[in-house]
């Protein structure tokens, strides 16, 4: 299978698929009229005599070097070379087949000077399971994220290293294994490809994906730890949030009635309860995922926008008949959205952690034994998970601190002014990975709750729940090794199935 990208029209959908699955991807064949229209005027341009920034000129502050026609193609292949200091771990295969799927988008714009045979390598490599080597650190997110995609444009010229298939070797390598020719790079071409946010926006979507889907299942466990805690749903009444009018909200409370209906611990203590108020991560659970919700769905429209975006410099205006220098690599809109999803991330996994701490306490957790165990004293139940939850729960709130308020001038303070979104968005990886694991710990205490609650069942749709986390993590009883049924938690979380079970897409969405 491959997905048709059309520039300027791809989807999340489109660019979530290809990240989660691995599948290739190319250009529609449309595409390839304005991509040759652009790169024949670059070629007039570097035929000429007039001066024309990243064809016949040196880069940045060298800006005013001319460079003579003959040595053009050194230029560009000089300028990957040298733009080749990424340090630090390698991106992941997933995120870095993504980026260059968002490379593809914006130089089959029309509007970057690429010929159709750079293009098209760039195509073959998705193709053929032939993967750059991208080091992750070494962006600061204007002027491009220059020495990422520098890592990703070496392997075209059959620099640096690659993946094939999954193992890592020299890119010439790795193109001859697939049957791959590199490419001697043209006027303009390296500039081209490594002037634009795609190392940034590539990351930055892998974790508003994973957010989004730690949201979904938040809602689900969420809805599962109010039934053991035997709290209230007086306040998910449609009223009270309509007055309110937040869709994120409106929507959360929506899909948790439907997800607690039918509970017999609900029904049990629906005119008798105890308390006339749960606390705040029980009764504010649609306000605070909610606004979560509506903060990612802001990012995400950010996002892809940007993935759909041409932001390398300079630009080749077709219709205009001239190449104009501007500033559309600068990934201020990239970092913000970045920082936005920090926020949602942080908001959602504090609340969680609050319902951890609140089912382990029997001073909250009405009438639950201390710390979930049948035998308290002699066991510590999960004491310690709780712990951990409140460890990841304080470090997302150090990750969450803004990171595109960080500029710091670079290149001879040619660039004086960096959004840093590449921070930002690769720190949402480790975040996310942090919010799955409370989360987990989460469902891990929600599910022991609830089977104190016996014989009193949950609902239907939370019986599902308790199915699949009883078919990974059994019920604690005596004390045992804790890490593994954490890390099984939240793979559940991580991979999807909690949200699936409880069908948490579909609900929020207002699908009957």
């Known amino acids: 299978m491959t997905i048709i990208l059309t520039p300027g029209a791809a989807t999340l959908a489109q660019l979530e698929t290809i990240w989660r699955t691995g599948v290739a991807a190319c250009l529609t064949d449309t595409a390839r009229p304005a991509i040759d229209a652009a790169a024949e005027l670059v070629a007039q341009a570097a035929a000429g005599d007039v ?5 016949n000129t040196g880069f940045g502050k060298l800006a005013s070097v001319r460079i003579a026609p003959k040595d053009t193609a050194q230029l560009q292949r000089n300028l990957i070379l040298s733009h080749c200091c990424g340090v630090g771990e390698a991106l992941d295969i997933p995120t870095t087949r993504l980026m260059m799927a968002l490379k593809l988008l914006s ?16 195509q073959d490599l998705l193709t053929h399971g032939v993967t750059p080597v991208i080091p992750a650190q070494g962006s600061v997110g204007a002027s491009g994220d220059l020495a990422p995609l520098a890592h990703m444009a070496a392997t ?5 290293e690659a993946y094939f298939n999954g193992e890592k070797m020299p ?10 020719s590199p490419v001697t790079l043209g006027p303009k071409e390296g500039l081209g490809l490594i002037n634009g946010t795609q190392f940034s926006t590539a990351c930055a979507l892998a974790g508003y994906f994973d957010a989004l889907r730690n949201a979904q299942s938040a809602v689900a466990i969420s809805c599962l730890s109010t039934d053991a805690i035997m709290g209230s749903t007086a306040p998910l009444e449609p009223a009270l949030h309509d007055l309110r009018g937040h869709k994120g909200q409106i929507d959360v409370a929506r899909a948790m009635r439907t997800i607690m209906d039918g509970s017999e611990i609900r029904e049990s203590h629906r005119d008798e309860d105890a308390r006339v108020q749960d606390p705040y991560c029980i009764r504010c659970q ?6 979560a919700l509506d903060l990612l769905a802001f990012a995400g429209r950010t996002l892809e926008v940007e993935a759909n975006a041409v932001s390398d410099n300079p630009l080749v205006l077709v219709a205009e008949g001239k190449i104009v220098s501007g500033g559309n690599f600068h990934a201020e809109p990239v970092a913000f959205a970045a920082d936005q999803i920090a926020l949602a991330v942080a908001e959602i996994g504090a609340i969680a952690q609050r319902r951890v701490a609140l089912m382990v306490d029997p001073t909250l957790s009405h009438d639950l034994p201390p710390f979930l165990t ?4 002699l066991n510590s139940g999960l004491m310690i998970a709780e712990v951990t939850s409140a460890a990841l729960m304080s470090e997302n709130k150090h990750l969450a601190n803004p990171c595109s308020t960080d500029s710091t001038p670079t290149s001879a303070n040619q660039e004086d002014h960096v959004s840093m979104a590449a921070h930002g968005a690769r720190r949402l990886a480790r975040m996310n990975a942090n919010l799955s694991t ?7 205490c929600a599910a022991q709750g609830v089977e104190f609650r016996a014989p009193l ?3 239907p749709g939370l019986q599902r729940l308790m199915q699949i986390t009883r078919d990974h993590v059994p019920a604690l009883g005596a004390d045992r090794y804790m890490a593994d049924d954490l890390r099984r938690a939240a793979a559940l979380v991580s991979d999807g199935h909690v949200a699936a079970v409880c069908d948490v897409e579909r609900l929020l969405a207002g699908v009957s």
């Open 438 to 444: 409370i989360l987990g710990i989460e469902l891990i």
């Open 171 to 180: 890119s010439d390598a790795a193109l001859a294994r697939a049957g791959l």
């Open 286 to 291: 649609p306000q605070v995922t909610g606004a």
């Open 457 to 459: 069942t949950t609902s």
């Open 107 to 122: 130089v089959g714009r029309g509007a970057s000077g690429l010929r159709w045979d750079t293009v098209a390598l760039l």
């Open 156 to 160: 075209l010229i059959g620099a640096g």
């Open 51 to 55: 001066a024309v920034y990243g064809v």
């Open 374 to 377: 049948p035998e308290p004293g």
